[in-house]
């Protein structure tokens, strides 16, 4: 350890406005007029009256407030979940967010016929697609749809 290397933590903050003896007072420090001088101007974004960048840029998305997290399950990940995770014949997306299989945000569930299914379950959900009901029903389960 040199005292060349030492960093000074203990540095005081400088209280600007309090007279001229203390110097930083008067103006303090903000210069003559104008108004960047006065208090609660922000400016932040102002580029000289160059068109700023946040106007510049094109404004794309759309993100609706009221919108309905649907958690989509395909067959092929339900049979993954079912080889994997010992899993009743009963599933559901209570279940599923028990396990952890589904995220907390999600507030329906939707099944898609995307792979095959080789258990029959009995699965509860919001909405499902007709390849998935004809799967399941194929595969010996039972579908059963909540209206809300």
Do not use: C, W
């Not at 103006?27 to 108004?35: I, P």
């Amino acid at each position: 350890m040199f005292l060349n290397n030492l960093v000074k933590n203990n540095k005081k903050k400088i209280r600007v406005g309090r007279g001229i003896g203390s110097g930083k007072g008067k103006t303090s420090s903000r210069g003559h007029k104008g108004q960047k001088s006065r208090s609660g101007v922000s400016i932040k974004s102002f580029e000289g009256g160059q068109m700023p960048l946040y106007r510049r840029l094109p404004k794309r998305g759309f993100k609706t407030i009221n919108r309905n997290n649907i958690a989509i399950l395909n067959l092929s990940k339900i049979q993954n979940i079912v080889d994997k995770k010992n899993i009743t014949n009963i599933l559901d997306l209570k279940i599923l967010k028990e396990k952890k299989l589904v995220g907390k945000k999600f507030s329906k569930l939707k099944i898609l016929g995307s792979g095959e299914l080789k258990k029959n379950l009995e699965i509860t959900a919001h909405f499902a697609s007709k390849q998935a009901l004809a799967k399941i029903e194929k595969a010996g389960g039972k579908l059963s749809l909540i209206k809300k």
